[in-house]
């Protein structure tokens, strides 16, 4: 059973930082992309960042260019998503996804499986 559970979010003040972590199990790690995913109350879902596990290729949304940082730990089947500089706008339910064909991308319709999501509240 393909598993994804997020973890680290929380109340931070503006300018601050948090490290999420999304914990994979249930498929082989390696041939997925994993993605991250927010989303704010009376928006829709966005695409913050992806990993491409089998070429390493990443990307970021252009509101967090600079400021998240997405990195895996292949042998503990683990992907993180480091948000510095963190602002108000950036509060919302975060989601890791992944990607059974391993392309990515920052669209939420490329991705077959989700987490749960995990709070991040920044206050102004």
């Known amino acids: 059973e393909v598993q994804l559970v997020e973890s680290g979010g929380g109340l931070v003040q503006a300018g601050g930082s948090l490290r999420l972590s999304c914990a994979a199990s249930?498929?082989?790690?390696?041939?997925?992309?994993i993605g991250w995913f927010r989303q704010a109350p009376g928006k829709g879902r966005e695409g913050v960042s992806y990993?491409?596990?089998?070429?390493?290729?990443?990307n970021y949304a252009d509101s967090v260019k600079g400021r998240f940082t997405i990195s895996s730990d292949n042998d503990k089947n683990m992907v993180y998503l480091q948000m510095n500089s963190l602002k108000p706008q950036d509060t919302a339910v975060y989601y890791c996804?992944?990607?059974?064909?391993?392309?990515?991308?920052?669209?939420?319709?490329?991705?077959?499986?989700w987490g749960q999501g995990t709070q991040v509240t920044v206050s102004s």
């Open positions: 996804a992944a990607d059974s064909y391993g392309l990515g991308g920052l669209g939420w319709n490329n991705y077959d499986y």
């Open positions: 249930g498929f082989t790690f390696d041939d997925y992309a």
């Open positions: 990993i491409s596990h089998s070429d390493g290729s990443t």
